[in-house]
């Protein structure tokens, strides 16, 4: 059974940062495209980040690009969104999810049913 846990999302002012971690379970992350996604109150969810599975290309939305940034640590099962100069409309539940294989553009544009998905973590930026 696959689980994918965040972490890292908390309370932080706008210009700040904050690194979130999605940790794998039950899921060999070498093998395995990953995308962050977040969902404000009100709003569709919406991908903000992908990596993919083999050769580390990414993929950004172009309202944090520059400011976020993905990554992965196969040895530690884990991977990681770096968020940077914060806003207060970055204001969401972030998720992660992840896939089999696939490119970065196909997992933050091309959602799948059979794509695992985590519990989410918040991220609030308020002065």
């Known amino acids: 059974q696959v689980h994918l846990v965040e972490s890292g999302g908390g309370l932080v002012q706008p210009g700040g940062s904050l690194r979130l971690s999605c940790a794998a379970i039950?899921?060999?992350?070498?093998?395995?495209?990953i995308g962050w996604f977040r969902q404000a109150p009100g709003k569709e969810r919406e991908e903000v980040s992908c990596?993919?599975?083999?050769?580390?290309?990414?993929y950004y939305t172009n309202s944090v690009k520059g400011r976020f940034t993905i990554s992965r640590d196969n040895a530690k099962n884990t991977v990681y969104l770096q968020i940077d100069s914060l806003k207060p409309e970055d204001t969401a539940v972030y998720y992660c999810?992840?896939?089999?294989?696939?490119?970065?553009?196909?997992?933050?544009?091309?959602?799948?049913?059979?794509?695992?998905w985590g519990q989410g973590t918040q991220v609030t930026v308020s002065s």
């Open positions: 990596i993919s599975y083999n050769d580390g290309t990414t």
């Open positions: 039950g899921l060999t992350l070498d093998w395995a495209a």
């Open positions: 999810s992840a896939r089999f294989g696939g490119s970065a553009q196909a997992m933050c544009n091309k959602p799948s049913p059979s794509d695992y």
